[in-house]
């Protein structure tokens, strides 16, 4: 078997596993005590038939989000423990080994410390549930999805931390960088969020950006997507795309194994190169991070200066500080260090003047009508009180002309919104005050001054691809029927938007069931008629579309809101809330409640 | 059986070792001596196949160590401070290193045990003195029969009875198999009564690389007195004036070059003393880092 070039070394597996016992055998014993409290809770003996299956379905939550993401680590740590002092990494080296056969007896060993806890659970869960199963098939299945996904969910963490641990010469360090590093794509993604928005205006998080963070940042998105439940195993692709990965981390880990330099052993960082991108890595996690903390304690006003000025002081601590631990030194200050501060401040500083002059074309990007499908439109009415009211509109058009008015008016709209920046965040701000006002005071506080609306407008492309914003659209009562006014020339357009044809076009089941909230009730056939019936109104006429510009401010005619989301029947009056806590009430939405009533009681 | 070429390394803009060379003849007993930061640990791990040469080679018995088992195999190590895995005994140790030397001697093993008496088999090696972690080390190494030997401050922490003891076995080695030895102290009187060859290191670089023998009668120191009136005068070509000083009559001169050659001239100058003395290891090393390092020209001074 050790032949010249053979990766196996029976000496390096030997040192490997030579003491390595309490590693698996906590872990083990760990799963021994949580399964056996798991196997004795309520919740798997309410279906004592199903018990088994509904034992490994618990197994794998616990396991996959929780317990094999440690544990991998722990056993990199443990195996690659050698390489973090200068003696035991000289001493290990000048052995007659080669390193390809030292890191494959990492990876034999890797394999059995999960093999052995592996096997004593199979067994644990096969002699305790065995007896008394009508459906072993299922409760096969379910071991089999479980210990599949554990295993799935160990090779990627073995792997990452064996990657994070080349790259560094301090155990702890290589610890940090693995958990950092799990959920730092997710959590700086959500902080540039929170900064382009703030700059931004219409500027929707999400999409790739949030998704390509969600991939990059492996344990939140296993624990965001992978569930076990009544025999299936959501997320099955995804921890296969990890475990290949993990794969792809060992090959990695290996090559820079190959040239790992001993002599940097307990260094902050091996390789020579990464120095600069941790120190800046660092530095600029530092800025979004330090800076958001900080205007969260000395109380938020979106100052382009002083958000600069926060994320400039923020990022020099973290470069700083990086270096002080790259040298173990407080005396780091140098010409160098110096000009990497200025140049911290410089890209900061672009980076400001970016998103304050429009995110590089960002705030003024409006599709030509001909290249866009259709265009989505969710629109959330978020006032506390008043006929209008939480009222939330979800559209699709599909009509060229009413796309081109929208595209029209969202273009003007978006200069609009460039030439004043200030301008969403100034009626924003007076909406807030306004609506509170209304909450706690007196009830007609809401028709006295705002009401402010959510939008979205998702441009559909043919290929398949979008385009998406967001924003906060203040309706004020002196703007309505000013034809200079972009929200009153937004509710001039909504308004031509063929309502009842929209209506009919919709999957009435998915539309009911994505728009209530918190409430569950079965789409059956009676959602259905509804829906009908609505739809039949809305076509002869019966009802007039409101939703910005209500004439109930006007005339005080009688106004429907398309509160599609139908509220538990006991919400009969005005409920304060936001969002879809939509009110139905005899009062404000007569023929809607007639037809609630009619349907639903 | 030793041979590095052209060896250098640097350390983050550090030059640790400067086109180095150095050459071990098989079965010498090969002292490697320098001032602290020379750069003796690091070429010592080269030739363990630890450190990768930035550029320059490493070969022993004619192969190149680095990522060469069959090369290492032939090696024992015995570094300044020995690393020994947690809890792990002398049994413990023995099995890890029969498991890697198929050279491994048992028998070996077991005698030796009568040497290195006051090591308890079943305890942990970390909970031991320095002297007695050095003491199993040399027990463990030693039982794999290395063809060739690096060793770095190997006596130190030993006392002076070990130390003797130990010497001996890895002479009678040397004498008995042809080992060949590579030895790195500060400790210049006792490697001048092991070692047949030595280097000096300095800087990075090999100042001098001779057998001992050549070294001594290459370097002396002249102790002579000349009569009133005279001037001592210049030295001819081809010697090199080391050091020197007066006192009164008395010239003290450290003179590099050929021995009888030197006393013929230093005789024509018709000294009423004229005494050539050997240098010991500690002298010449002194003597010949004093035209290079600032610090011992003062000591000289």
Known sequence: MESKRSWFNRGALRLDLHNSWPIWAGYTLFWLVAANFMATSTYTLREPALEMARFWE????????????????????WLLRGLYHSRSALAIHALPVQRRQLFAAHLISGTVFLAIPTLVMAVYGLVRFLPGQSDLTQGLVAMGQSLGATWMMYLWCLGFALLCGMLTGQLWVAVGFFFTFNFLAVGLAVMVSDLCRKFLPGYASGGGLMEAAGWFSPWYNVGMTVSHYQGTLNGAGLLTGYALAGLVCMAAAYLLYRKRPLERAAELVIYRPLRVVLRWGVGLCSALFGSSFLQLLLGSTSSPVRIFVLMTVCAWVGLLATRMLELKSFRVLNLRLTGEFGGMALVLALFMVALNTGGLGYVTRVPNPDKVDHIDLSLYNQAYYGPVAGSDLELTLTDRQQMEELIQWHREYSQLLLQNADYPDEKYNGVVQSTEAAAYGTRSGWAEEYHYNSMMIRYQYPNGGSMVRNYTVVTTRQGVGDPNDPDHQLAQVLSRVDIPAILESWAPYSQIYQMQEGVSYDAGSRNRAFMEALAQDLREGNWQYSFLEDPAFRDQEAQITLNIDYSLPESRGLVQGNGFDVIL????????????????? | MIQVKNLTKNFDGFKALDHLDLHVPKGAVYGLVGPNGSGKSTVIRHILGSYIPDSGTVEVAGQPVWENPAVKAIMGNIPDDFYFPISADMNEMKKHYQSFYSSFDQERFEKLASIFTSIDRNKPLRSFSKGMQKQAAFWLVMSCRPQVLVLDEPVDGLDPVMRRQVWSVLLSDVAENGTTVLV???????????????????KGRMLLERSLDELQNNIVKVQMALAPGRELAPLPE???????????????????????????????????VLDLLPLSLEEIFIYELGGQDDGIKEILV
């Open chain 2, 238 to 272: 081809g010697f090199q004036l080391l050091h020197q000083s007066v006192l009164g009559r008395v010239h003290t001169l450290i003179i590099r070059g050929e021995q009888q050659a030197l006393e013929a001239a230093l005789a024509a100058q018709e000294p009423v």
């Open chain 2, 184 to 202: 790195s102290s500060h400790n210049l009187r006792e490697l001048e009564d092991v070692c047949d060859h030595v280097g000096i290191l300095y």
């Open chain 1, 58 to 77: 618990n197994c794998t939550g616990l396991s996959v989000f929780f317990v094999t993401p440690i544990y991998g680590c722990m056993v990199a740590a």
């Open chain 1, 585 to 601: 009430s005899e009062e404000y939405t007569p023929r809607a409640w007639e037809l609630y009533t009619q349907y639903y009681q």
